[in-house]
């Protein structure tokens, strides 16, 4: 192991999944497949929501930019991973590691917090909908985002900081696919009692914040919806809501899975498992949950791909 100045590591070593050296050959196309697809789905989202003036509208905003932060984090892990499946050098310098922890931490902190200004928006738009264009105006919408990224530098700053000013002295071996916080954790002599508690705190209270402003959106939601008159107007009320809650649920639940509810007898391949999932699978996910239950995504794109044919 490398050494700087007799305690602190200049590179470590990301070992990856079980098995990946036997079947590295699968395991890279598979992946880069979902990566690929990850970066057509978020990108024709992205361009989708800017080229349809029917979807100019707040939701659409919030799904805009969680399309890309959904890239970015995807992007901070993805590529280096299908590096070390094709390289004998798994090695990751130390600020390199610091530097995917970071950008991990910032766009998936920012992601959960893009979730509960969307159920906001849902809320106001069925629960409120004369006062929705005042509600929810470009500023109030600007003002939620910013206030989203911001969470998600707080997050990832502090929790990189104390994470990156222990000393690490066990080993440089890193047991997982990317730099994240528990399994570096587990390479340092110093106490992390503290690092363990302000991640467990700061993650707490940030799923804790986003799912009470889910439930409580949708609580009304579902109350407003059951007094509608209008069969067509609860599927359409179902059909804009039920994308966002299902990302909802399958997000935060991982995220609790990893970093809240910690188990002693679970192992560290289970915990790469579910990062895989939330790391990789959920990004690639999100745009086929958004399309395929969403009437208004369907008819633009109807609509985009009637005007590219008849061109």
Known sequence: MEQNN????????????????RSWHILFTAFLIIYVATLVG?????????????????????????????????SAITPKMLQNFVSRDQSISFTGCLVQLLAYGIFITSDSFILAPMAVDRYVAICKPLRYPVIMSHRVCIQLLLGSYFMGFLNASVNAGLTFSLDFCKSNVINHFFCDIPPIL????????????????????????????????????????????????????????TSHLTTVTIFIGTLAYIYVFHETNR????????????????????????????????AAMRHMGTKCFSA
């Open 6 to 21: 007799g305690s602190g590591v200049t590179e470590f070593i990301l070992l990856g999944l079980a098995g990946q050296h």
């Open 267 to 298: 192992s560290q391949e289970q915990e790469k498992v579910a990062s895989l999932f939330y790391g990789i699978m959920i990004p690639m996910l999100n745009p086929l949950i958004y399309s395929l239950r969403n009437q208004d995504v369907i």
């Open 42 to 74: 978020k990108a024709g989202m992205i361009l989708l929501i800017k080229a349809d003036p029917a979807l100019h509208t707040p939701m659409y905003f919030f799904l805009q930019h969680l399309a890309f932060v959904d890239l970015c984090y995807s």
């Open 186 to 241: 587990a390479l340092s002599c110093s106490s992390i009692d503290f690092s363990i508690m302000v991640l467990t705190v700061f993650v707490g209270l940030n799923l804790t914040l986003i799912v009470s402003v889910v439930m409580f959106s949708y609580m009304w939601i579902l109350a407003a919806i059951l007094r509608m008159s209008s069969a067509a107007g609860r599927r359409k009320a179902f059909s804009t809501c």
